[in-house]
T-cell receptor, first 111, second 112 residues
Framework: EPEVTQTPSHQVTQMGQEVILRCVPI?????FYWYRQILGQKVEFLVS????????KSEIFDDQFSVERPDGSNFTLKIRSTKLEDSAMYFC?????????FGPGTRLTVT | AQTVTQSQPEMSVQEAETVTLSCTYD???????LFWYKQPPSRQMILVIR??????QNATENRFSVNFQKAAKSFSLKISDSQLGDAAMYFC?????????FGTGTRLKVLA
């Protein structure tokens, strides 16, 4: 069964550094998403992406964040100048119809 | 604004017993989808069950079933014959403009 994959599974970075989180969506899916879950809290929507552009973003998704589909398979989330409060699990999801399929997540730790 | 409320931060159930997790939501839409996700310690989001709002019949997946009350905007999850592997965080979710809105979660403990 096809699945969404994410790399790395765990990323540790120093405050102020840039990180890129990578996702490979399911191949025939057209819509892509990033969600964030701070430890012990609920999962929050960050951004949705369709047809090579952002279709919707939340108030969390400020200028520090960017998304890209650099090739036909990868979907990336870049966080510039990371802050301590960016420490969280980041989930990628993709969909073709209404249901989204989540990747296993990347745990980002900012020290 | 669309919101999803899970009023039980934590629930406990004895192994082999039945437990019900509550979820209410707020929407002005008439056609939508609702989901329950399980998040074990690995933090992977695992789909448990889905419900289309236009279907009156409650969804069922093996030991998991929902009680969907559209007028009351309620979507509870019933787990029958609870197993130790059911212990996890459970999130209720609603789809709005194709993005998920999640509740705050209920931590389910299963007692041996």
């Amino acid at each position: 069964e096809p699945e969404v994959t994410q790399t790395p599974s765990h990323q540790v970075t120093q405050m102020g550094q840039e990180v890129i989180l990578r996702c490979v969506p399911i191949s025939n899916h057209l819509y892509f998403y990033w969600y964030r879950q701070i430890l012990g809290q609920k999962v929050e929507f960050l951004v949705s992406f369709y047809n090579n552009e952002i279709s919707e973003k939340s108030e969390i998704f400020d200028d520090q964040f960017s998304v890209e589909r650099p090739d036909g398979s990868n979907f990336t989330l870049k966080i510039r100048s990371t802050k301590l409060e960016d420490s969280a699990m980041y989930f990628c999801a993709s969909r073709r119809d209404y249901e989204q399929y989540f990747g296993p997540g990347t745990r980002l730790t900012v020290t | 604004a669309q919101t999803v409320t899970q009023s039980q931060p934590e629930m406990s159930v004895q192994e082999a017993e039945t437990v019900t997790l509550s979820c209410t939501y707020d929407t002005s839409e008439s056609d939508y989808y609702l989901f329950w996700y399980k998040q074990p310690p690995s933090r992977q989001m695992i789909l448990v069950i889905r419900q289309e709002a236009y279907k009156q019949q409650n969804a069922t997946e093996n030991r998991f079933s929902v009680n969907f009350q559209k007028a009351a905007k309620s979507f509870s999850l019933k787990i029958s014959d609870s197993q130790l592997g059911d212990a996890a965080m459970y999130f209720c979710a609603y789809i709005h403009t194709y993005k998920y809105i999640f509740g705050t979660g209920t931590r389910l403990k299963v007692l041996a």
